[in-house]
């Protein structure tokens, strides 16, 4: 079954504006990851949180994580056309598997 | 440096022929992971091999499916007399020895089936 849901499920913003996608999961975690699908492409890792950690930065992207909520945002700050496609949260448990969500679809406008 | 190479990029196939997908790690990654697409979907893991091993298959179908990564030479995916439902990206990851917590996966851009 799929653990994490993404929300929304589409967003379209104007460059310079900040993108923000959340993430549920259901069960416990050891990390939860976040990838970047372009069209026609493989994913892309772009950042992973453990389990023990609250908050994560990597250049413009900022990632929470809330376990007792089981739940996870991605921000990305000052948006750029090159940030169009889809995001991906997945979550690694007591396994090797990653257990995706059905993604967000962002297009940042020019 | 290469990263994960997989072949061919589309696959075409008649329904009741046979496909295989095949996988490159990256150097130095001596795990392997594949995943299934279905458009506008999230990938939905099938199988996890290490070296002539195969760890965990809990995501792959009991029938028609199976998957080998031997000592030398790439993984490879293979369905048996594929149906219509069988079209779909399927894509490869890989990564180095497990460490505790987890790690990320590297994945390369798929191999996309479609069933005729």
């Known amino acids: 079954s799929q653990q994490g849901e993404e929300d929304p499920q589409a967003l379209s913003i104007q460059e310079g504006e900040n993108a923000t996608m959340n993430c549920s999961y259901k069960?416990?975690?050891?990390?939860l990851q976040w990838y970047r699908q372009n069209s026609g492409r493989g994913l892309v890792h772009l950042i992973l949180?453990?389990?023990?950690?609250r908050e994560k930065h990597s250049g413009r992207l900022r990632v929470t994580l809330d376990t007792s909520k089981k739940s996870s945002s991605l921000l990305i700050t000052a948006s750029r056309a090159a940030d169009t496609a889809s995001y991906f949260c997945a979550t690694q448990g007591g396994s090797e598997k990653l257990v995706f969500g059905k993604g967000t679809k962002l297009t940042v406008n020019p | 440096n290469a990263g994960v190479m997989q072949n061919p990029r589309h696959l075409v196939r008649r329904r009741g022929q046979e496909a295989r997908l095949r996988c490159s790690p990256m150097k130095g990654h001596s795990h392997v992971y594949w995943y299934r697409q279905l458009p506008e979907e999230g990938l939905k893991f099938m199988v996890y091999l290490q070296k002539e091993n195969i760890i965990d298959e809990s995501g792959m179908p009991k029938e028609r499916f199976s998957a080998e990564f031997p000592k030398e030479g790439p993984s490879i995916l293979r369905i048996q007399q594929v149906v219509r439902g069988d079209s779909a990206a399927y894509f490869c990851a890989s990564s180095p020895p497990v460490r505790l917590g987890g790690q990320p996966q590297h994945f390369g851009d798929g191999t996309r089936l479609s069933i005729l």
């Open positions: 949180i453990r389990s023990n950690e």
């Open positions: 069960t416990s975690i050891n990390n």
